[in-house]
């Protein structure tokens, strides 16, 4: 069977540029957040296996010892990841609710795209019934002349 052109519904993001800046910034905001909480869970693995050493940098240095200082800092870089990560988090949560507003805005410009195609295809679908219904009709006159010509040898 011969196929008409290829026929392609437009996706919400490319019918609406409004719904489609929001998905994108949206995805760029989750790709931040993946790596900022892959970077906060390294450095949380990494002041396990080194803890900082009991004693100040001051201290140590007193008793002719140093002391690493990126391990004392190494908490404060956590919070401050830790702390993107919320707000990213935050973020997002409120972009997810601006592409559930913008949605019905959205598949509204998806079905003005596709109206003429639809209607094009439910005018074939009537167009075929029709001609089903037809033959059905002649179907039916052929069996009631068959019935009315042959009543005893009629046959289903």
């Given at each position: 069977m011969a196929t008409k052109s290829e026929f392609r519904v437009?996706?919400?993001a490319e019918a609406d540029t409004e719904y489609a800046a929001i998905e994108s910034r949206?995805?760029?905001l989750m790709s931040q957040h993946s790596q900022t909480h892959r970077e906060a869970e390294e450095i949380r693995a990494d002041i396990l296996a080194r803890p900082a050493p009991r004693m100040r940098s001051g201290v140590a240095?007193?008793?002719g010892g140093t002391v690493d200082t990126a391990l004392l800092q190494r908490p404060t870089q956590l919070?401050?990841?830790r702390g993107r990560v919320a707000d990213l988090e935050e973020a997002i949560e409120i972009l997810r609710r601006n592409l559930a507003d913008?949605?019905?805005h959205a598949s509204a410009a998806v079905c003005s795209a596709v109206r003429k195609e639809y209607g094009k295809r439910v005018a074939a679908?009537?167009?075929a019934l029709d001609a089903v219904d037809a033959a059905r009709r002649d179907a039916e006159l052929l069996l009631d002349d068959r019935k009315r010509d042959f009543?005893?040898?009629f046959c289903h």
């Open positions: 437009p996706t919400l949206m995805a760029d240095e007193l008793l919070k401050e990841k913008r949605r019905g679908i009537c167009t009543p005893r040898t």
